[in-house]
């Protein structure tokens, strides 16, 4: 049974950080690139990040560049999000996706930012 499960997210104030994880199983893991969705309140859900499977190769939305960054852990089937600088527009529910010949999504972590 693939399970994709998201973690880390929460309640954090503008300009600090948080670290979502995705544990996943039931699947080959490395042969998989991880991605990172979002979707706002009322709005669709948008691309945030990509990883390919051997993790040499990321790619970013230009709203989270220089802020997010992608990691992965084959050792362990764990795709990460860290998350800096963050931004009352980055509140969402992030979503962990595995993409390859077959299409994987989580349930999704809630990020709230707000003072």
């Known amino acids: 049974q693939v399970r994709l499960v998201e973690s880390g997210g929460g309640l954090v104030q503008p300009g600090k950080s948080l670290r979502l994880s995705c544990a996943a199983s039931?699947?080959?893991?490395?042969?998989?690139?991880m991605n990172w969705y979002r979707q706002a309140p009322e709005k669709e859900r948008e691309f945030v990040a990509t990883i390919t499977g051997a993790g040499g190769l990321t790619s970013y939305a230009d709203s989270v560049k220089g802020r997010f960054t992608i990691s992965r852990d084959n050792a362990k089937n764990l795709v990460y999000l860290q998350m800096n600088m963050l931004k009352p527009e980055d509140t969402a529910v992030y979503y962990c996706n595995a993409r390859w010949d077959k299409d994987y999504w989580g349930n999704g972590a809630l990020v709230a930012v707000s003072s």
């Open positions: 039931g699947f080959t893991f490395s042969t998989y690139t």
